[in-house]
Every structure is written in C-alpha cells, then in structure tokens.
C-alpha cells in the first residue's frame, strides 16, 4: 500500500462516522469485538490515524462496505454499501480489482501460516497460498 496522506485518514474517518450512524452502531468494545477488532483501533480510524492494513477489511465488515471499501477511500474513491453489491448481483463482487484481491488473500494466507505452521518450507507456504486463492475464486468469494 502506497504511504497514506493525513487527508486521506481524515476522509475514512469522517466516513466511517458517518456510517457507524447510519447504521446505529455504538462505538463500543461488543461491537469491536464482533468484527474482529478492537475498540481501540476502530477509534483510530474514526480520529483519523493509521492501522494495519489487514484491518481495514474488518472495518469494512463493521460498516457494511464492501470489502476493500477502506482502501478505496484512502485512495480518494468511496466506499460501496453491500446493499448496492446486493442489489446488483451480476457486478463486481468488490471495487478491488480481482488481482489485487488474489495478492491480498496470498499475503493474509502466507502471514497466517508463517506464524502458526511451524517446520513448513516456503514452497509448501506459497502452494497453500495459491491454492487457497484459487479456492475462494472458485466459490465466488474473491
């Protein structure tokens, strides 16, 4: 990911307020909780300051955005509700371009198995990635 302008944080944060509105969510450690998150970082982003990039999925799934929709909105786009993806079932899936979402999946998929798959070789790491991708595409997932 590109370096992120304050801007850019400013703008996901007045967003992700907006949306936590619409939506009736107190900003609360339940609700946190329920996206995977902590209350601390969904606070960061609504002040405007940066957390991980694998976070802002999960900031995606608590505001009902379609995934990527943080990442759009960094990169000066805007955020798309999963009511529109829903109501047009033969668009695109996400606002991130299928490639982009692969190379995503591998990382998460990669990161995930260099820290709990202790003694796996790096070729067995990126198979399992790969094949985990392709799996998901296959269900129409990514």
């Known amino acids: 990911m590109p370096p992120v302008t304050d801007d850019a944080l400013e703008r996901l944060a007045k967003l992700t307020r907006r949306r936590r509105a619409e939506l009736g969510l107190a900003l609360n450690d339940k609700n946190a909780a329920a996206g995977g998150l902590s ?20 900031i995606d799934g ?5 995934p990527g929709s943080c ?32 190379a995503e999946a591998r990382d998460v998929v990669q990161l995930a198995l260099i820290a709990t798959a202790r003694g796996t070789s790096a070729e067995e790491i990126r198979e399992m990635s790969e094949r985990v991708v392709r799996d998901l595409r296959e269900r129409g997932m990514i």
């Open 71 to 102: 990442m759009r909105v960094l990169e000066g786009g805007e955020p798309v509700p999963v009511e529109e993806v829903a109501a047009n079932p033969e668009g695109q899936k996400s606002p991130v371009p299928p490639e982009v979402l692969d």
């Open 39 to 58: 209350n601390r970082t969904w606070q960061r982003v609504e002040k405007g300051l940066p957390i991980r990039e694998t976070n802002y999925v999960k």
């Open 62 to 66: 608590l505001l009902q955005w379609a």
